[in-house]
């Protein structure tokens, strides 16, 4: 059986990823950045600092929250024209659109030959911004999401000036576990020139990503509290259980929410987020003060359980594949399993045959998950890429997905510890024999 691949029957065309980005269309950016100011313009405050002269083609890194983050996006770089990396699912059903508005599809925590090329492409013969995410995904928590280390290299071998777009409200006004009704919160985006192209020739990799790190580094509770942001929706915990889905008390893993508190039916513990974004326990013990704290011990088990007491995920899936930009296609009942060594495996049938799609835990420093997936339908759900394929996975087990994105995250830094430990041997033998 050959791994990640379905057979569609020879009907299906793969997307292309390797095709050369379309220098944004003037009327394109002008049509945004005049839509952006309806939306975006009451509800959000723009600082620049460090800014002056500064003219496209520059490379802008942001962090990333929520749909919005595009409009501010271009509420802060016109009129430049800009070119956004941006997830093919993204692209669905408008790709003819979204490339003339100078977007460049990518499947998301898979190595992609070909994005050094587009991104010189864009910045040298386009002169354009080239605006990049690098957490890759919408914060489920309102912090920090890993940044890879390869940024570091690909910033200094791009040669151009790097300016950092930093959201804050963006995540308090539409959290990813609870984007289909907002909360009443204005925000704020500073855009900060970090490096200067001598600072580039200047540094290394390692020293780009001390800063890149140091000026992504965020959390949207602190700044509630900071700026005393009041959210009193009575539907303002609606979705938070997606997260924070690790009972503190009885460990159990089956917790819900409704209106503005967080329940635990296991143990009938119950939580209120308040209206200033703490957590506070309504019987009991308050064990956390807010929620990423929670989160982080969540983090923290998962990381345990991987370390002492053996690491295994299998769940019945409902899996759906996109190949391309026009059609999600049923691929019906899977098995999904996550594995300490193997990683991910979905193995199911399609077509008559079998299949098996592998992702190996070295090459996959996270993965995206979703609460409310408005594609397909609204349930949580985990997606796998390979090179040419995406498949998006509905467990049949509830409240796992969020588990499962750290226990990606915490195998591969464990792998990669190894790894490093394994070069350090070689490098101590070597030095022994010479």
């Known amino acids: 059986m050959e791994y990640n691949k379905i057979n569609y029957g020879g009907k299906i065309k793969f997307h292309r990823l390797d095709k050369k980005p379309i220098k944004q269309i003037w009327l394109f950016k002008w049509l945004i950045h005049i839509l952006s100011l309806i939306v975006m313009k009451p509800k959000t405050k723009i600082e620049k600092i460090g800014m002056d002269g500064i003219k496209a083609p520059y490379v802008l890194l942001s962090n990333h929250h929520a749909f919005a983050d595009f409009e ?155 700026h005393n942001i009041i959210i009193d929706a009575p539907y303002r915990a609606e979705g938070l259980h997606h997260v924070l889905y690790k009972c503190p008390h009885c460990l159990k893993e089956e917790m819900t929410s409704k209106g503005e508190k967080l329940i635990c039916p296991a143990c009938q513990k119950e939580w209120e987020l308040t209206p200033l974004g703490e957590i506070k326990a309504l019987n009991g013990e308050t064990e956390f003060n807010s929620p990423p704290e929670w989160f982080e011990w969540e983090r923290k088990m998962v990381k345990d359980e991987i370390v002492n007491q053996g690491y295994f995920f299998e769940s019945s899936v409902d899996v759906y594949s996109l190949p391309n930009t026009n059609k999600f296609i049923p691929l019906g009942k899977a098995t999904l399993t996550h594995k300490e060594k193997s990683g991910f495996t979905i193995s199911g049938r399609y077509n008559n045959e079998d299949f098996i799609i592998s992702r190996p835990v070295a090459g996959m420093y996270g993965v995206h998950i979703e609460f409310d997936y408005c594609y397909i339908r609204p349930e949580p759900c985990i997606q796998i890429s390979t090179s040419n394929d995406t498949f998006v996975c509905f467990p049949e087990k509830k409240n796992v997905v969020m588990k499962l994105l750290f226990a990606t995250e915490e195998l591969y830094k464990i792998e990669q510890a190894e790894r490093a430990e394994r070069r350090r041997a070689r490098k101590e033998a070597k030095e022994i024999n010479e």
């Open 72 to 226: 501010v996006n271009s509420l802060a770089t016109y009129p430049a024209r800009v070119s956004n990396i941006a997830t093919l699912e993204g692209h669905y059903r408008r790709a003819w659109l979204l490339g003339l508005c100078g977007c460049v599809p990518k499947r998301k925590f898979t190595t992609d030959p070909y994005l050094l090329k587009q991104c010189e492409i864009i910045l040298n013969e386009h002169k354009s911004v080239l605006s990049i995410y690098p957490e890759a995904r919408y914060s489920p928590i309102g912090t920090t999401a890993i940044i890879p280390d390869s940024y570091g290299a690909l910033l200094k071998r791009l040669q151009k000036p790097v300016v950092v777009l930093l959201h804050r409200g963006n995540y308090l006004r539409n959290p990813a576990w609870g984007w289909r009704r907002s909360r009443k919160v204005k925000t704020l985006s500073t855009m900060k020139l970090i490096l200067t192209e001598r600072d580039l020739a200047k540094k290394s990799p390692e020293e780009i990503m001390e800063i890149l790190r140091r000026e992504l580094t965020y959390n949207e509770y602190e700044y509630q509290k900071e």
